[in-house]
């Protein structure tokens, strides 16, 4: 199975700031790999599929970069409502996807 | 627009069966493939299952493939999953969710939080 490890494991940081989280794959995975975003008692919402393709309706200042075991997904300019955790998704060998661990993004 | 909306909280004693639904409207129900996918409490997600609603060919995760089920009814368009002979640590939050691009979540439900409990 592939594994997949998100780093940090939280962040905090303030409005207006950029954040820079981190996902790596135990094998490579071409640019299979996605990014949500999940607030408290709601379902995770994707942010990015394909490692760098943002989502319809999703806001530019979200963008995701990386291919074979190494990828990011980076928020310019935080706003208030971009504070929840994170999850990447990778998806090499559908449907047996496995989740990062999660990172959570908090104010400081 | 795409809805998911997933049956109640359940609450179950350890070898008890569950069946959870998922409704789904807004686009063609057998256009598209369904994952069921679990959170235990502060953890990541888990894959369970997956359906393809236009021709009911399931694949289901090794770990679950000998007690649970998915099915669809396509006039109904609604998605099940059943899982039997639970224990507490399938106490979770289960979600359906909508496949697309072959590989990705772009709708889900609400969840439907299941306690498994003597």
């Known amino acids: 199975d592939i594994q997949l490890t998100q780093s940090p494991p939280s962040v905090s940081a303030s409005v207006g700031d950029k954040v820079t989280i981190t996902c790596r794959a135990s094998?490579?995975?071409?640019?299979?790999l996605a990014w949500y975003q999940q607030k408290p008692g709601k379902a995770p919402r994707l942010l990015i599929y394909?490692?760098?393709t943002l989502q319809s309706g999703v806001p530019s200042r979200f963008s995701g970069s990386g291919s074979g075991t190494d990828f990011t997904l980076t928020i310019k300019s935080l706003q208030p409502d971009d504070f929840a955790t994170y999850f990447c998704?990778?998806?090499?060998?559908?449907?047996?996807?496995?989740f990062g661990q999660g990172t959570r993004l908090d104010i400081k | 627009q795409v809805q998911f909306v997933q049956s109640g909280a359940e609450v179950k004693k350890p070898g008890a069966s569950v069946r959870i639904s998922c409704q789904t409207s807004?686009?063609?129900?057998?256009?598209?493939?369904i994952q069921w996918m679990r959170q235990a409490h502060g953890l990541s997600l888990e894959w369970i299952g997956w359906?393809?609603?236009?021709?009911?060919?399931?694949q289901y995760s090794e770990r679950f493939r000998d007690r649970v089920t998915i099915t669809t009814d396509t006039s109904a368009t609604m998605a099940y999953m059943e899982l039997s002979s639970l224990k507490s640590e399938d106490t979770a939050i289960y979600f359906c969710?909508?496949?697309?691009?072959?590989?990705?979540?772009?709708?889900w439900g609400q969840g439907s939080l299941l306690t498994v409990s003597s």
């Open positions: 394909s490692a760098s």
């Open positions: 807004g686009y063609t129900f057998t256009n598209y493939a």
């Open positions: 969710a909508r496949v697309r691009r072959g590989s990705y979540f772009d709708s």
């Open positions: 094998l490579p995975i071409n640019d299979w």
């Open positions: 359906i393809n609603p236009g021709n009911g060919y399931t």
């Open positions: 998704q990778e998806a090499k060998d559908f449907p047996a996807i496995t």
